[in-house]
């Protein structure tokens, strides 16, 4: 099982990046890699999306379950080609227009996306995702 966190400071309302990051039709505009997404299934605080990824030309897609709380977003690969994927976001007001957001996840990679899927492709996956999540904001 892999582990990966990171936090990261934006200039922006935190309201305004929750609702972002929890808006499953958003995706495909901030994470690296994502040709499509979209919510699925809406009951109550529970979510359920797809998200079509393009790795390496070839594409992968993951059904997730997300459950929304205040200031934080449970994810939960429900379906998809990794054995298991399990993450939590954290948005945090730190002052007016300046947020925290935390992404803790644990993932568990099968043998044959283990050569794509190691540390070095998760840091580039972060810088590519804040550069992407800022510009979206905008």
């Known amino acids: ?5 990171f936090q990261h400071l934006i200039n922006a309302d935190s309201k305004k990046v929750f609702d972002a ?12 890699g994502c040709l ?3 919510l699925l299934e809406l009951r109550g605080n529970t979510m359920r999306g797809s998200l079509t990824f393009n790795i390496l030309s070839k ?7 997300n459950i929304v ?14 054995k298991q994927f399990d993450a939590t976001w954290t948005v945090h007001e730190i002052d007016q227009g300046l947020t925290s ?16 899927i190691n540390q070095t492709t998760l840091e580039f996956f972060v810088a590519r995702f804040k550069v992407a999540f800022e510009d979206y904001l905008i």
């Open 36 to 38: 499509e997404s979209s």
């Open 1 to 5: 099982m892999q582990e990966f966190s």
């Open 69 to 82: 709380f205040e200031n934080m977003i449970k994810i939960k690969q429900i379906d998809g080609p990794l």
């Open 21 to 32: 990051i929890a808006d499953f039709s958003n995706y495909k505009f901030f994470l690296p």
């Open 101 to 116: 957001i935390i992404l803790e996840a644990k993932l568990s990679v099968p043998l044959l996306l283990k050569p794509i």
């Open 59 to 65: 594409n992968y897609s993951i059904t997730s379950e």
